[in-house]
């Protein structure tokens, strides 16, 4: 009779076993292999550190008032050569194309990256949002800028990338940049026209 109370309990707990999910701690996947994050500036998921945050806000904000500045040249001449001092066309046409990259670039810089970066503090990219909330978007975004990611694997996927030579460099050149623009806008509001 001891014989059938065994072998019936090794049956009664391997068919309990047999409709588990499988349990692994998340510490332990540092043995299992990963994938690389092999995510760059223009992907909409991934996580990136504080530096790459840094660059890619750098990167896509150059190129947009690049671009602009670009066009308003191009248009100045266009207008010029024409002799007509009616602006009126060249003012719709760069609207026109002012807009949607204006968009793409808002999008980028104000939900994308801090959505990935949100990622990286194994947070939940809706908190990006919070960049909509006057005073409380400044607190988020210096949180962002000088929280320390997640060590390894997380939620949301491998660790970012290590950074290159020029994401230092950028990471050194931003905040110059925004000193700048600081001190431009200080000087607009006291200086008399």
Same mark, same amino acid.
Request: glycine share 6%; charged share 10%.
């Given at each position: 009779?001891?014989?059938? &109370?065994s072998?019936?309990?090794? &049956?009664?707990? #391997?068919?309990?076993?047999l409709?588990?999910?499988?349990?692994?701690?998340? #510490?332990?996947?540092?043995?299992?292999?990963?994938?690389?994050?092999?995510?760059?500036?223009?992907?909409?998921?991934?996580?990136?550190?504080?530096?790459r945050? @840094?660059?890619?806000?750098?990167?896509?904000?150059?190129?947009?008032?690049?671009?602009?500045?670009?066009?308003?040249? @191009?248009?100045?001449l266009?207008?010029q050569?024409?002799?007509?001092?009616?602006? #009126?066309?060249?003012?719709?046409?760069?609207?026109?194309?002012?807009?949607p @990259?204006?968009?793409i670039?808002?999008?980028?810089?104000?939900?994308?990256?801090? &959505?990935r970066?949100?990622?990286?503090?194994?947070?939940?990219?809706?908190?990006?949002?919070?960049? =909509?909330?006057?005073?409380?978007?400044?607190?988020?975004?210096?949180?962002i800028? =000088?929280?320390?990611?997640?060590?390894?694997?997380?939620?949301?996927?491998?660790?970012?990338? &290590?950074?290159?030579?020029?994401?230092?460099?950028?990471?050194?050149?931003?905040?110059?940049?925004?000193?700048? =623009?600081?001190?431009?806008?200080?000087?607009?509001?006291?200086?008399?026209?």
């Amino acid at each position: 009779m001891d014989l059938n &109370k065994s072998s019936d309990t090794s &049956k009664s707990t #391997s068919t309990a076993q047999l409709y588990q999910a499988p349990t692994a701690v998340l #510490s332990q996947s540092s043995n299992l292999q990963m994938m690389p994050n092999e995510t760059t500036w223009y992907h909409f998921y991934g996580r990136i550190g504080r530096l790459r945050y @840094l660059s890619y806000q750098l990167f896509i904000m150059l190129s947009f008032y690049l671009l602009m500045g670009a066009l308003v040249f @191009l248009f100045g001449l266009i207008t010029q050569a024409n002799g007509s001092g009616d602006n #009126s066309i060249t003012t719709v046409v760069l609207s026109i194309i002012f807009m949607p @990259l204006y968009i793409i670039m808002a999008i980028y810089s104000i939900i994308i990256y801090p &959505k990935r970066r949100l990622n990286d503090l194994g947070r939940s990219g809706w908190l990006a949002l919070t960049m =909509f909330l006057p005073f409380i978007n400044i607190i988020f975004i210096l949180y962002i800028l =000088f929280a320390q990611g997640d060590e390894g694997v997380n939620q949301y996927g491998t660790p970012p990338r &290590k950074n290159s030579i020029i994401h230092y460099i950028a990471g050194w050149i931003a905040p110059f940049l925004f000193l700048v =623009f600081i001190i431009a806008i200080l000087a607009a509001m006291i200086l008399p026209y």
